[in-house]
């Protein structure tokens, strides 16, 4: 099973931008839909965004439409979360997630350590 690390989390004061990154401990993620996933303390884990092994986005919640950016770059085996204009309802921490293919996201079941996200107002 694919095994992902997140980073680049960090404190950000609101309307600064953070870009997390998405990945694997040992392998290639080139096959495999990667989605970006967040929990605030005390709630559910909510989808942010996915792109398909094919570099097909989908999922962008309205929170975050026109503010994030998921992107890929297998030549790098990475998978990017560019976050603008950050507000302080995005905190929390970030995961990532990997499934074969296409993005399911009810499929999505294991996840990384996070990255924790702090905006201060």
């Known amino acids: 099973q694919l095994q992902l690390v997140e980073s680049g989390g960090g404190l950000v004061q609101a309307g600064g931008s953070l870009r997390l990154s998405c990945s694997p401990s040992?392998?290639?993620?080139?096959?495999?839909?990667i989605g970006w996933f967040r929990q605030a303390p005390g709630k559910e884990r909510e989808e942010v965004s996915c792109?398909?092994?094919?570099?097909?986005?989908?999922g962008y919640p309205d929170s975050v439409k026109g503010r994030f950016t998921i992107s890929r770059d297998d030549a790098k085996n990475t998978v990017y979360l560019q976050m603008s204009n950050l507000k302080p309802d995005d905190t929390g921490v970030y995961y990532c997630s990997g499934i074969p293919g296409s993005c399911i996201v009810a499929d999505f079941e294991t996840w990384g350590p996070g990255t924790q996200v702090t905006v201060s107002s």
């Open positions: 040992s392998g290639s993620l080139d096959l495999y839909a």
């Open positions: 792109i398909s092994s094919s570099g097909r986005v989908t």
